[in-house]
């Protein structure tokens, strides 16, 4: 199962422009062109996996909260890179592979250098993985954000309209309340004045001589 799954990542991760494999702390890293790291796969068996394997992915701390908050039993923040807006998903019983693949190209996207970024975005042939054929095109990397991060993102938008909302009928609830408030302090002031008025009514009028 691990062989298959890592053998599946590679796939996905080779097959963008300018990137190779590359081990590192005994783990199979995949890189952009200048070797900066994009995506690398935790082994169940090490102290990187913790008991089920996984892939770290780079990604902005906002993407990651996202992504967690939405998904907390498949996302996760990978220690060591988590800080920096890493995020880890576990790779056992993976059933969207199209979602990996979007996160993946993101994680691409910001590890590589811009002038690859330009060529790929220009619609030119920029040389793929490395264990891929050299005479097969480069396949373009869309420059929209991933499928998971449009639904993490209209995740956030419903949670803070919900949060506008309840703020908003909190600030009616209290505002209603001051009225009443009011009200009675006005009532009281009233019923108050009414009774020192019929007090002095009452009170005998003492006789002029």
Same mark, same amino acid.
């Given at each position: ?12 991760? =080779? ?10 702390? *005994? ?11 994009? %995506? ?11 008991? $089920? ?8 701390? #906002? ?7 939405? $998904? ?10 988590? !800080?920096? *807006?890493?995020?880890?998903?576990? =790779? /056992? *019983?993976? #059933? /969207?592979?199209?979602? =990996?693949?979007?996160?993946?190209? /993101?994680?691409?996207?910001? @590890? @590589? ?7 790929? /975005? @220009? ?5 793929? *993985? %490395? ?5 097969? !095109? ?15 993102? &209209? ?8 949060? %506008? ?7 009616? @609830? ?19 004045? =009414?009774?020192?008025? &019929?007090?002095? %009514?009452?009170? !005998?009028?003492?006789? &002029?001589?």
């Amino acid at each position: 199962m691990s062989a298959r799954v890592v053998a599946k990542l590679r796939a996905l991760c =080779l097959a963008l422009p300018a990137t190779y494999e590359k081990e590192a702390w *005994g783990e199979p890293t995949f890189r952009v062109e200048k070797g900066k790291i994009f %995506a690398m796969h935790a082994t169940s068996t090490t102290h990187h996996g913790n008991g $089920r394997q996984s892939v770290w992915l780079n990604a902005s701390k #906002e993407n990651q909260e996202l992504l967690m908050s939405m $998904r907390p039993s498949r996302y996760f923040a990978p220690p060591y890179v988590g !800080p920096s *807006g890493w995020i880890g998903a576990w =790779l /056992d *019983g993976v #059933e /969207d592979w199209d979602e =990996l693949r979007e996160l993946i190209g /993101d994680a691409w996207r910001r @590890a @590589a250098p811009k002038r690859v970024l330009a060529a790929v /975005d @220009a619609g030119e042939a920029v040389p793929i *993985g %490395a264990t891929t054929a050299a005479a097969k !095109p480069a396949r373009p990397v869309k420059a929209e954000s991933s499928k998971a991060t449009h639904t993490a993102k &209209r995740a956030a938008t419903a949670k803070a309209a919900k949060t %506008a909302k309840a703020a908003k009928a909190a600030k009616a @609830a209290k505002a209603a309340k001051a009225a009443k408030a009011a009200k009675t302090a006005k009532t009281a002031r009233t019923t108050s004045k =009414l009774a020192r008025t &019929r007090a002095a %009514a009452a009170k !005998p009028r003492r006789a &002029r001589g």
